[in-house]
């Protein structure tokens, strides 16, 4: 006696396996992410993008804060002439920050974070820095040009 396979009972079983298998891979366990290893991988801090765009004379921010972490500033040259960008960390006002002969800020008294060197207008440039928590003065240190206005606060907020 051939015993037959009955082929209707076949199609929902499949859908059965399909959608435990599906629901398998995509719940969350809640758990730290594994390396190949075995070992629990540390999770990454964030990394946040800030467009930053010199003008002649200001600096625009598209964002007044990010989480303290690696930031990468994507800045563009929207000026005239070259402009440079520094990133400080300071509590002090944008606009207070010590100065050589009223001219540029004096980088030896502030804590500089990361820096570009003079870029030509209309030239595009990235600089990534990792920020500890609390506030930065974003800047152009070309001479006369912090004093002519090209500075903007910026904070790095504390994440948990």
Same mark, same amino acid.
Request: aromatic share 0%.
């Given at each position: 006696m051939t015993r037959r396979i009955k082929w209707h009972v076949i199609p929902p079983i499949? *859908? &059965?396996? &399909?959608? !435990?298998? *599906?629901? %398998? @891979?995509?719940?969350?366990?809640? !758990? %730290?992410?594994k390396t190949d290893g075995g070992v629990s991988a540390t999770p990454t801090a964030p990394h946040s993008t800030v467009t930053i765009t010199l003008k002649d004379f200001g600096v625009a921010a598209s964002l007044a804060s990010a989480p303290a972490g690696r930031v990468t500033f994507v800045v563009q040259n929207a000026g @005239?002439?070259?402009h440079e960008f520094i990133v400080v960390k300071s509590d002090l006002a944008p606009d207070q920050l010590p100065q050589v002969n009223q001219k540029v800020v004096d =980088?030896?008294?502030v804590q500089v &974070?990361? $820096? %570009?060197e003079p870029f030509d207008s209309g030239k595009?440039? $990235?600089l990534t820095a990792e920020l500890q928590p609390g506030r930065y003065v974003?800047?152009?240190? =070309? $001479?006369s040009h912090y004093i002519s206005? *090209?500075?903007t606060a910026f904070t790095a907020v504390e994440t948990r």
């Open positions: 499949g *859908m &059965v396996l &399909v959608a !435990t298998a *599906m629901l %398998t @891979a995509c719940s969350s366990s809640g !758990t %730290t992410p @005239a002439i070259p =980088v030896s008294k &974070v990361a $820096e %570009t595009k440039q $990235e974003l800047l152009c240190n =070309v $001479e206005g *090209m500075h």
